[in-house]
């Protein structure tokens, strides 16, 4: 079997897939898991498919992830986000903003599904997913069972997590995030591309970052690109002390 990936990576590359499913609800994993077994658990698992550049065919299975749906829920002090994994991370900002839930608007823009986001703790202008994550919830392939870590129990660290660990890449798939939101706004604008700028409104600080983000990144559409995909390096400090 081939499955074209050409439609599901950001560079539109046409690569196929020894196999590949669509997974749209939680009643397919039992199909999911056959698959994964048919290929000798060699599988990945791509939603928008940026931060990924295929050099060739991949052997073995592809798992398009289409989970959908959210749930706005609040007490006095927090907004509490469930969002499924599938989803667009920046339409979940938007469907936040829509609500006038405001406090993610430094990770707008940010190419990837909501699944992807606490893979590697995405990050963006002095914002990270972890300040904000209450939960996520996978499907443990070893112990076969849904499985919810807090937000302590992910080892979030710089663009890092519990299921960056290679042992854990084929363990675990994300289904769900949850967020929690304080009321009390706050900015978040000691990033230098900041220096210098007044906001009155979080739209406007929004729209700024929208603006930086259109100005340095093509549109994939267009030009096939996968996003922003460096990471700083981490040096000590005797090393840092000699520049």
Do not use: W
Request: proline content about 3%; charged content about 25%.
């Amino acid at each position: 079997m081939s499955f074209n990936l050409k439609n599901y990576n950001t560079f539109g590359l046409d690569v196929s897939a020894k196999d590949g499913i669509v997974l749209s609800d939680m009643a397919m994993f039992p199909l999911v898991e056959k698959k994964i077994t048919e290929n000798n658990n060699k599988f990945i698992v791509l939603g928008q498919g940026s931060d990924v550049l295929f050099k060739e065919n991949y052997n073995g299975l592809v798992i398009i992830n289409k989970l959908l749906g959210m749930d706005f829920t609040e007490d006095q002090d927090y907004y509490y986000v469930t969002c499924q994994s599938g989803e667009y991370f920046h339409d979940l900002i938007k469907a936040c903003m829509a609500r006038k839930i405001y406090g993610l608007e430094n990770l707008a823009f940010i190419p990837g599904t909501a699944g992807a986001a606490p893979i590697q703790n995405v990050g963006a202008y002095g914002v990270s997913f972890a300040d904000f994550c209450r939960f996520v919830e996978v499907i443990d392939l070893q112990e076969q069972k849904i499985k919810r870590f807090k937000c302590a129990e992910c080892n979030f660290g710089y663009r890092t997590s519990i299921f960056k660990e290679d042992n854990n890449k084929v363990r675990y798939i994300v289904t769900s995030i949850g967020l929690k939101i304080p009321k009390k706004y706050e900015y978040h604008i000691s990033y230098g591309a900041f220096q210098g700028k007044e906001f009155h409104s979080p739209i406007e600080l929004y729209d700024f970052i929208g603006n930086i983000r259109n100005q340095k990144l093509p549109n994939p559409k267009e030009i096939g690109n996968a996003g922003s995909f460096f990471k700083n390096p981490i040096i000590t400090k005797e090393n840092f002390m000699k520049f």
